[in-house]
């Protein structure tokens, strides 16, 4: 079975425009989040989401982040008015969403603002 | 302070057995995992461990957890070139659906 997919895998934007990151999980699986990694961090949690709704949204650095899923399946993440602080690999995890499950990762989008 | 913290880098000859070391600092973690990442791709996850647990072993890899200490550590035995990764450790806690990561720690594997 398919893997959590993520598009695009490289993207290149300017300050201050803004950009959207797509997630597709595994299907079934109900809960989806988001992580930022920065060159030389750990990953910076962003978003969780249980099915469609986000009981979460504490991770999310400022009000220029927004996510949103639908379907319980796909997930974007919009980052608006781009700064260059947003340069990092975003990456998209999903679990059955059940107990403790394990999260499992796609390739993730890295982010540059030029 | 980080919750989850490892050294950054290890340097480790091919053929010797590695050993990456990660301390953690709530009681309350229930699952501890260990996530592998090659360059240009995602987390892959490597194993994890209950917290009840000491030891877990599965092929090369060793896991040992001593939670008196709150420290958790990953043996990879007979270290290949292929295991050139960043690696890290992550807890899960008590009523926390998201896992807590540490910074990573890259290993290095030379000839």
């Known amino acids: 079975g398919a893997g959590v997919s993520q598009s695009p895998s490289n993207k290149v934007t300017e300050k201050g425009k803004d950009v959207e990151l797509r997630c597709d999980p595994i299907?079934?699986?109900?809960?989806l989040y988001w992580y930022r990694q920065s060159l030389g961090q750990g990953l910076e949690f962003l978003i969780y989401?249980?099915?469609?709704?986000?009981?979460?949204k504490s991770g999310l650095p400022s009000d220029r982040f927004s996510a949103e899923r639908t379907g319980g399946s796909v997930s974007t993440l919009t980052i608006q008015r781009t700064q260059q602080e947003d340069s990092a690999v975003y990456l998209c995890?999903?679990?059955?969403?059940?107990?403790?499950?394990?999260?499992?990762f796609g390739n993730g989008t890295r982010l540059t603002v030029t | 302070g980080e919750d989850v913290e490892q050294s950054l880098f290890l340097s480790v000859r091919e053929g010797d057995s590695s050993v990456i070391n990660c301390t953690y600092t709530?009681?309350?973690?229930?699952?501890l995992y260990w996530y592998k990442q090659e360059p240009g791709a995602g987390l892959q996850l490597l194993t994890y461990i209950f917290s009840n647990m000491d030891m877990k072993q599965d092929q090369r890899l060793t896991v040992l957890l001593n939670k008196k200490d709150k420290h958790l550590s990953l043996r990879i035995a007979d270290t290949q070139t292929g295991d050139s990764a960043i690696y890290f450790c992550?807890?899960?806690?008590?009523?926390?659906?998201?896992?807590?990561f540490g910074a990573g720690t890259t290993v290095t594997v030379r000839a």
């Open positions: 992550a807890e899960s806690r008590t009523n926390d659906y998201k896992l807590s």
């Open positions: 709530d009681s309350s973690s229930t699952y």
């Open positions: 995890a999903s679990s059955p969403g059940q107990g403790y499950s394990p999260l499992h």
């Open positions: 989401f249980q099915g469609n709704s986000a009981p979460d």
């Open positions: 299907s079934g699986h109900t809960a």
